[in-house]
């Protein structure tokens, strides 16, 4: 298995993952629906920064830094921190083909490190209070879950952070 950053060329592959998750979630709730602005910037890097998974030429799983603010400024505020030097870790997933192999923890490993290169303080992450794997993994990390709140969507989060 390759753990690597994603670049333009692997847009099709990403799509096609997300297709699959969404196609099999378990729980609709588990996932949130992804925006248009956000999906327009999945490549920009300023903005985006995606890890994957492959397993030879397949991307098999994949979890993104979220730098700007329009992406997780509603899930700061609830724990009254400032927006500065935060990313967001989300839009994690796995195929359910390779689930139960920790290659989400081996992703979001590799996100905390770039983290740390670009300075940041803390990282957040929002999960379903029900997603259970996710939960554990991202707990495994490190991450400490601060609050629960309803997303102005009307999706339940739990906040975790980790700090850098």
Same mark, same amino acid.
């Given at each position: 298995?390759?753990?690597?950053?994603?670049?333009?060329?692997?847009?099709?592959?990403?799509?096609?993952?997300?297709?699959?998750?969404?196609?099999? #979630? /378990?729980?609709?709730?588990? *996932?949130?629906?992804?925006?248009?602005?956000?999906?327009?910037?999945?490549?920009?890097?300023? *903005?985006?920064?995606?890890?994957?998974?492959?397993?030879?030429?397949? #991307?098999?799983? !994949?979890?993104?830094?979220?730098?700007?603010?329009?992406?997780? @400024?509603?899930? /700061? @505020?609830?724990?009254?921190?400032?927006?500065?030097?935060?990313?967001? /870790? @989300?839009?994690?997933?796995?195929?359910?083909?390779?689930?139960?192999?920790?290659? #989400? !923890?081996?992703?979001?490993?590799?996100?905390?490190?770039?983290?740390?290169? &670009? @300075?940041?303080?803390?990282?957040?992450?929002?999960?379903?209070?029900?997603?259970?794997?996710?939960?554990?993994?991202?707990?495994?990390?490190?991450?400490? &879950?601060?609050?629960?709140?309803?997303?102005?969507?009307?999706?339940?989060?739990?906040?975790?952070?980790?700090?850098?």
């Amino acid at each position: 298995m390759i753990i690597r950053k994603l670049t333009d060329s692997d847009s099709e592959a990403l799509f096609s993952l997300i297709d699959d998750i969404e196609s099999t #979630l /378990v729980s609709r709730d588990f *996932w949130l629906p992804i925006k248009d602005t956000s999906r327009e910037h999945y490549f920009d890097p300023s *903005w985006t920064e995606f890890y994957g998974a492959f397993d030879g030429d397949r #991307l098999v799983g !994949a979890s993104a830094l979220f730098y700007n603010p329009f992406e997780f @400024g509603e899930s /700061v @505020g609830q724990i009254n921190e400032s927006t500065d030097g935060v990313a967001e /870790v @989300g839009r994690s997933m796995v195929h359910p083909d390779y689930r139960g192999q920790n290659l #989400l !923890a081996t992703i979001n490993k590799e996100l905390i490190v770039a983290a740390k290169e &670009k @300075g940041l303080r803390f990282l957040l992450a929002t999960i379903h209070p029900d997603n259970a794997p996710s939960q554990t993994s991202f707990r495994k990390l490190g991450f400490v &879950k601060r609050t629960t709140y309803f997303k102005s969507d009307g999706f339940v989060r739990d906040v975790y952070t980790y700090d850098l």
